[in-house]
């Protein structure tokens, strides 16, 4: 099936997971989408297809028009959506492979399994969808560990610049350990280190993650 980028000029109302950085509204009289990065999320669509179960659907729209800092993933019965806006594409950060890392997450929200943000619910927790997208999703575009460590420090660079924080760093650690696991936004040490934890197929980081006993 031949992958469908839509480009949208409005806000998808429904249920809406975020990304782990929250809108920032910037002042963009132009966005520019640059090529590559929709022939990268064309890919990303096809090979995201593959992944699904059967009955699920997932479509990609670039909301080049919206200059919020963001993406999320929105579910609409069997339909699934991922939209990443404008003020994210813009970024100079936002390389081709830091582009799949993002919308790995977003798919990791999916088919990360648990922990799940909620009794029930079907969206994996920030920290999971973290680890899934290093652990299994990234390894379908067979990137060298160079490759995915510039990208997992570019992503990261942006969530610092929206945060006003001091970006985080693949030789640091966070050492802190949870007494339970965290169901919300763990910090960005801590989701570095959890992307490269996937990565290097590492447990699960104990700055979000604390397993049953």
Same mark, same amino acid.
């Given at each position: 099936?031949? &992958?469908?980028?839509?480009?949208?000029?409005?806000?998808?109302?429904?249920?809406?997971?975020?990304?782990?950085? =929250? @809108?920032? /509204?910037? +002042?963009?009289?132009?966005?520019?989408?640059?090529?590559?990065?929709?022939?990268?999320?064309?890919?990303?669509?096809?090979?995201?297809?593959?992944?699904?179960?059967? *009955?699920?659907?997932?479509?990609?729209?670039?909301?080049?028009?919206?200059?919020?800092?963001?993406?999320?993933?929105? +579910? &609409?019965?069997?339909?699934?959506?991922?939209?990443?806006?404008?003020?994210?594409?813009?970024? =100079?950060?936002?390389?081709? /492979?830091?582009?799949?890392?993002?919308?790995?997450?977003?798919?990791?929200?999916?088919? $990360?399994?648990? =922990? +799940?943000?909620?009794?029930? @619910?079907?969206?994996?927790?920030?920290?999971?969808? /973290?680890?899934?997208?290093?652990?299994?999703?990234?390894?379908?575009?067979?990137?060298?560990?160079?490759?995915?460590?510039?990208?997992?420090?570019?992503?990261?660079?942006?969530?610092?610049?929206?945060?006003?924080?001091? =970006?985080?760093?693949?030789?640091?650690? /966070?050492?802190?350990?949870?007494?339970?696991?965290?169901?919300?936004?763990? $910090?960005? *040490?801590?989701?570095?280190?959890?992307?490269?934890? @996937?990565?290097?197929?590492?447990?699960?980081? &104990?700055?979000?993650?604390?397993?049953?006993?």
């Amino acid at each position: 099936m031949k &992958a469908a980028i839509l480009i949208f000029l409005f806000i998808i109302q429904g249920e809406a997971l975020a990304l782990c950085v =929250p @809108g920032l /509204d910037l +002042k963009v009289s132009e966005l520019d989408v640059k090529a590559e990065l929709e022939t990268v999320s064309e890919e990303f669509q096809t090979t995201a297809e593959t992944l699904l179960p059967s *009955q699920l659907k997932l479509t990609l729209k670039l909301d080049v028009l919206n200059p919020r800092i963001n993406a999320e993933i929105v +579910k &609409a019965s069997d339909v699934f959506e991922i939209t990443v806006m404008g003020g994210m594409l813009s970024q =100079p950060e936002l390389t081709p /492979d830091a582009l799949i890392l993002l919308l790995c997450h977003e798919l990791g929200h999916l088919l $990360g399994g648990d =922990p +799940k943000k909620s009794r029930g @619910g079907w969206s994996s927790t920030e920290g999971q969808a /973290d680890y899934f997208s290093s652990s299994e999703c990234v390894r379908h575009w067979r990137m060298s560990e160079d490759r995915f460590l510039y990208a997992a420090e570019n992503l990261t660079k942006i969530y610092a610049k929206v945060g006003s924080t001091t =970006p985080p760093k693949v030789d640091s650690c /966070d050492e802190r350990e949870v007494e339970r696991t965290n169901f919300g936004y763990p $910090g960005l *040490q801590c989701r570095l280190d959890t992307l490269v934890s @996937g990565w290097r197929l590492s447990p699960r980081p &104990a700055c979000w993650f604390k397993a049953d006993l």
